[in-house]
């Protein structure tokens, strides 16, 4: 069985651009959660999406969006790109509301 | 206050020795789960082992196994026999009760000594 993939592996823009990330579960699995990690703040919860609804959020400003397809693949988007906005971002993905929750290998994104 | 606290920043082991990570947790739900998951270089989280707050055993997972005080709310990672591919992140996350977010600690780097 396939593992969680993302999309793109490595990104690199400017400050002020906008950015989108792409994850695809494992297949079979519904809920999709994004981190982000940070060599300062460490690994933080961005939102979890369940059967394309988002079903819980991390305190992130509104410039950090995401939504899922009707395939359980998710996107995360971030607009008016920040310095500090440079991370591994990360997606899991989990079986229903299983415990087990799988991460994919991370977009790198650093800003400029 | 932090859900998740991890006081090591760093460890070293000798090869083929046991090692212990520490993580503490801060919840008031009766109901959680705790986890600890390898980073390697590469990026990638590897779940490793889980323990659930009504488990009344440790957890195992071969070489892995989470010693859990629930009264001290203590969730440590006890790695026996270290092999080299053993050096990496560790991070110690909770997820409390039917709740959908994961609390991540700061991680432990280990570095596995020949």
């Known amino acids: 069985k396939a593992g969680v993939t993302q999309t793109p592996r490595y990104l690199i823009k400017t400050r002020g651009q906008q950015v989108t990330l792409s994850c695809s579960p494992i297949s079979g699995h519904r809920s999709v959660s994004w981190y982000q990690q940070t060599p300062g703040q460490g690994l933080q919860f961005l939102f979890e999406y369940f059967s394309e609804t988002q079903r819980n959020k991390g305190n992130f400003p509104g410039r950090f969006s995401g939504r899922q397809f009707s395939n359980s693949r998710s996107e995360m988007n971030v607009s008016t790109l920040e310095l500090g906005d440079s991370a591994l971002y990360l997606c899991?993905?989990?079986?229903?509301?299983?415990?087990?929750?799988?991460f994919g290998p991370g977009t790198r994104l650093t800003v400029t | 206050a932090q859900k998740i606290t991890q006081t090591q920043p760093g460890m070293f082991v000798q090869e083929k020795e046991a090692v212990t990570l520490d993580c503490t947790y801060d919840?008031?739900?009766?109901?959680?789960?705790l986890f600890w998951y390898k980073q390697p270089s590469s990026g990638e989280m590897i779940f490793l082992i889980y323990?659930?707050?009504?488990?009344?055993q440790n957890a195992t997972e071969g070489r892995y196994s989470l010693n859990f005080q629930k009264a001290r709310k203590s969730a440590n990672l006890v790695i026996s026999a270290s092999q080299l591919g053993d050096s990496a992140m560790y991070f110690c996350a909770m997820r409390e009760g039917t709740g959908n977010q994961f609390y991540f600690g700061t991680g432990t780097s280990l570095t596995v000594i020949p």
């Open positions: 899991a993905s989990r079986y229903w509301d299983s415990y087990e929750q799988y």
């Open positions: 323990q659930g707050s009504y488990d009344e």
């Open positions: 919840t008031s739900d009766q109901s959680y789960g």
